[in-house]
């Protein structure tokens, strides 16, 4: 049977493993619902993104993975061990980060809303990177770094106006976006003008990030090309050179069959030979690259493991398999519709032969983990994984009905390992007075 993911297979009893461990063992050891990361699948993924800019890019670049995909502090000390930077997009990411002893100078702060707390948390703790979204934190994150008497890095978030082909709520790129500054209105350069007279602030460059979830390099080297000609407008203008141009994440993974992917590398391919080329087409100097993969790092390393309570046909029209978790742990579907694939763990080896809606527990309708999955015959107690949850399951996940986060626990070399523990009745209501 062939499965999303390369890290997946059945064993001679008929089970699923995942990075050659069985599920039902990590199900009996630690109970559902279970969110189960291969974590040797994860530093492949890494080392593809850091081996890329090495081969395609002589090394000149950084990826920096997006911590909103999946942010825990042992995710966190991954992502360092392999030698990677760091995206956060709040003060609880940053603060997980620092916690885990991530190196702060590799990590870069983003956001549409930094809060005063937040950027005066960043720049007290010497954060490597601040992305400017927009005119007034210009001056904020000035004032608060000549309090302390620092000079802060900072990068602009631009929108080169792309459409990357993908939903629109994930869509980022085009001007009607409340992340950054706009291009074609002048809004960009003009703010990029501001930063020379900035004591506390150093100009490092330009970032971009035009959606997630996208199967094409084309829109990224449009943007990369777009994001070049900036550059050398802002030469022209200010005088001003772009050490550094940050073009985002986004690169789509298989979530379902006919989801077709490209191999990460060749986005950086892509984007690699666009920059070299636009450069010496524009005669500007070769900036140093940064990515931020998230959801391809994680997303496809990661499955959700569950216990099926319920089985209810409503004849002639479908058939519910409720499962013990549900929005509270994936909320993609209600969110987006985002589609998934599932498998039962206890009879992986069996044909996928009839068609269910697999439901949550939540007191919701819209509670739905998968509209029409494929599996075989489906009774109480059987197991179902929803794979490829790696990325925004668990870091999006909520206590709604006060139903408990549930662990997640990494599996390396054929061992596994508990990185978050379950939550208990008692977390739920340790902020309550
Ligand atoms: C969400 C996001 C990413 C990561 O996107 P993926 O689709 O997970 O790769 C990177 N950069 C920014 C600014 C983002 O908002």
């Known amino acids: 049977m ?15 493993t995942i990075g050659g461990v069985d599920v039902m063992t990590l199900k009996e050891k630690y109970g559902t619902p279970l969110y189960v990361m291969d974590e040797d699948l994860i530093r492949q993924n890494l080392r593809t993104y850091r081996d890329a800019l090495n081969t395609h890019y002589n090394g000149n670049g ?54 005063k707390e937040e950027l005066t948390f960043a720049i007290g703790h010497d954060v490597g990177t601040i992305v400017v979204d927009h005119q007034y934190e210009l ?12 000079i802060q890095n900072v ?27 706009a291009l074609e209105t002048g809004e960009a350069l003009s703010a990029v003008g501001l930063v020379k007279d900035k004591k506390n602030l150093c100009y490092k460059g330009l970032h971009c990030h ?12 449009e943007t990369a090309k777009v994001m070049m000609n900036f550059i050398k407008e802002i030469k022209e203008q200010f005088n001003l050179e772009t050490e550094e141009l940050d073009l985002g994440g986004g690169f789509g993974i298989r ?27 524009l005669s500007v100097a070769v900036p140093r690259i940064l990515m931020e993969p998230g959801r391809s790092i994680v997303a496809p390393a990661g499955l959700t493991v569950y216990e099926v309570g319920c089985v209810k046909e409503i004849p002639g029209i479908r058939t519910y398999v409720s499962v013990d978790g549900g929005m509270a742990d994936n909320p993609r579907y209600i969110m987006y519709g985002a589609e998934y694939t599932a498998v039962l763990a206890n009879k992986a080896d069996q044909n996928a032969e009839y068609t269910y809606t697999v439901a949550g527990k939540c007191c919701e309708s819209g509670d739905v983990l998968i509209e029409r999955a494929k599996l075989p015959e489906v009774a109480v107690g059987d197991t179902l994984c929803v794979l490829a949850t790696g990325a925004y399951n668990y870091s999006m996940a909520s206590n709604y009905n006060r139903i408990p ?6 599996v390396s070399n054929g061992a596994d390992k508990l990185v978050v523990k379950r939550e208990t009745y008692e977390d739920l209501i340790k902020n309550d007075l």
Do not use: W
């Open 139 to 150: 001056t904020q994150i000035d004032a608060i770094a000549e309090s302390m008497g620092k």
């Open 2 to 16: 062939a499965f999303i993911s390369e890290n997946l297979a059945v064993n001679e009893r008929g089970h699923l």
């Open 210 to 221: 035009i959606g997630s979830q996208i199967f094409d390099v084309e829109p990224f080297r």
């Open 405 to 410: 986060r549930p662990a997640v626990v990494m």
């Open 255 to 281: 979530y379902v069959e006919s989801d077709d992917p490209i191999p990460c590398d060749k986005y950086i391919e892509a984007v690699s030979l666009e920059v070299k080329e636009q450069a010496q087409k």
């Open 62 to 115: 950084l990826c920096q993975f997006a911590s909103k995909a999946f942010c825990t502090k042992y995710m966190c000390k991954i992502v360092a061990e392999e030698g990677l930077g760091l995206d956060v997009v709040s003060g609880g990411e940053l603060y997980t980060a620092l916690s885990a002893g991530f190196p702060a100078e590799k990590i870069c702060f983003h956001g549409n809303n930094k809060t």
């Open 155 to 181: 990068i602009f978030r631009v929108k080169p106006g792309i459409d990357a082909h993908t939903h629109d709520f994930i869509m980022t790129g085009q001007i009607d976006s409340k992340f950054g500054f």
